[in-house]
């Protein structure tokens, strides 16, 4: 592996996403799905501004995710249909270099439009003169750029496999349920038949549990909950370190098998 070519091919990645205006659209959607949000008035009650800001944070949360399995998805397929990737690979450049190179620079996007999100909470957060739980707060960017990990390099294999439409389709999908999978589990599970609980276990054990990265509700009522502890942060990054392994190494390898 090249460090400086992972680092050039990261470093157009990025450059790339912040030239496009795909990011910024997406944060003023984000934001005016907040903006509506705050217009509710549940009859005059008081510490709504609680509800209000642990809703910001999953929008903002989804709003980044979506833009990254958009932005993952597109990068191999983009590289084919464009005949970029042949100069760049006839180079010294191994594959697995390049795949890196990647998945560094979508990573890189991906913080840059989470950064922008979370500057704009803390200045909501101060505007309103709540307080921030400065402990929770690491910790839930921390576990949501793990998250973002995991979804991309589950999106460079779903694209290797796919067309570009049918893996943003499938990316989507599989956020969406590996976001509610573990709710839906508790409420349906003690309602199925024997086979329905083999295939709900199947997928619980197949699909990554994103519900598992957002401590939102613990960040907004952080005088109520302890900061996770260390051996959980541990746990859980392992978690996502352990899928996003799996994903990659299965993108390599469809990477590798494909013809050049």
């Given at each position: 592996m090249n460090p400086r070519a992972i680092w050039l091919i990261a470093k157009s990645v990025l450059i790339e996403a912040i030239r496009r205006r795909e990011v910024y659209i997406v944060i003023f959607i984000a934001l005016a799905l907040i903006a509506l949000i705050m217009t509710i008035d549940f009859f005059h009650l008081s510490g709504l501004?609680?509800?209000?800001?642990?809703?910001?944070?999953?929008?903002?949360?989804?709003?980044?995710?979506?833009?990254?399995?958009?932005?993952?998805?597109?990068?191999?397929?983009?590289?084919?249909?464009?005949?970029?990737?042949?100069?760049?690979?006839?180079?010294?450049?191994?594959?697995?270099?390049?795949?890196?190179?990647?998945?560094?620079?979508?990573?890189?996007?991906?913080?840059?439009?989470?950064?922008?999100?979370?500057?704009?909470?803390?200045?909501?957060?101060?505007?309103?003169?709540?307080?921030?739980?400065?402990?929770?707060?690491?910790?839930?960017?921390?576990?949501?750029?793990?998250?973002?990990?995991?979804?991309?390099?589950?999106?460079?294999?779903?694209?290797m496999v796919f067309n570009l439409d049918a893996a943003i389709t499938v990316g989507v999908l599989l956020f969406i349920l590996g976001a509610t999978m573990m709710s839906m589990s508790i409420t349906l599970f003690p309602l199925m038949t024997d086979f329905g609980r083999v295939v709900l276990k199947g997928f619980t054990y197949c699909v990554p549990q994103i519900s598992l990265f957002d401590i939102s509700e613990k960040t907004v009522h952080a005088e109520r909950w302890d900061p996770l502890s260390a051996m959980t942060i541990l746990k859980v990054t392992l978690y996502g370190l352990c899928f996003s392994s799996i994903y990659f190494v299965f993108a390599l390898l469809c990477f590798r098998r494909r013809a050049l």
């Amino acid at each position: 592996m090249n460090p400086r070519a992972i680092w050039l091919i990261a470093k157009s990645v990025l450059i790339e996403a912040i030239r496009r205006r795909e990011v910024y659209i997406v944060i003023f959607i984000a934001l005016a799905l907040i903006a509506l949000i705050m217009t509710i008035d549940f009859f005059h009650l008081s510490g709504l501004s609680k509800f209000y800001r642990e809703m910001a944070l999953k929008i903002m949360s989804a709003a980044t995710a979506l833009s990254v399995v958009v932005l993952a998805a597109r990068q191999l397929p983009r590289e084919f249909e464009k005949r970029t990737i042949y100069p760049l690979l006839a180079r010294p450049i191994s594959r697995i270099t390049f795949l890196l190179g990647k998945m560094l620079g979508v990573l890189l996007a991906a913080l840059f439009c989470f950064a922008l999100f979370m500057l704009i909470f803390i200045v909501g957060n101060l505007y309103l003169g709540a307080e921030i739980p400065w402990v929770h707060f690491l910790q839930y960017v921390y576990l949501q750029m793990i998250m973002l990990l995991v979804l991309t390099t589950l999106c460079f294999w779903l694209s290797m496999v796919f067309n570009l439409d049918a893996a943003i389709t499938v990316g989507v999908l599989l956020f969406i349920l590996g976001a509610t999978m573990m709710s839906m589990s508790i409420t349906l599970f003690p309602l199925m038949t024997d086979f329905g609980r083999v295939v709900l276990k199947g997928f619980t054990y197949c699909v990554p549990q994103i519900s598992l990265f957002d401590i939102s509700e613990k960040t907004v009522h952080a005088e109520r909950w302890d900061p996770l502890s260390a051996m959980t942060i541990l746990k859980v990054t392992l978690y996502g370190l352990c899928f996003s392994s799996i994903y990659f190494v299965f993108a390599l390898l469809c990477f590798r098998r494909r013809a050049l």
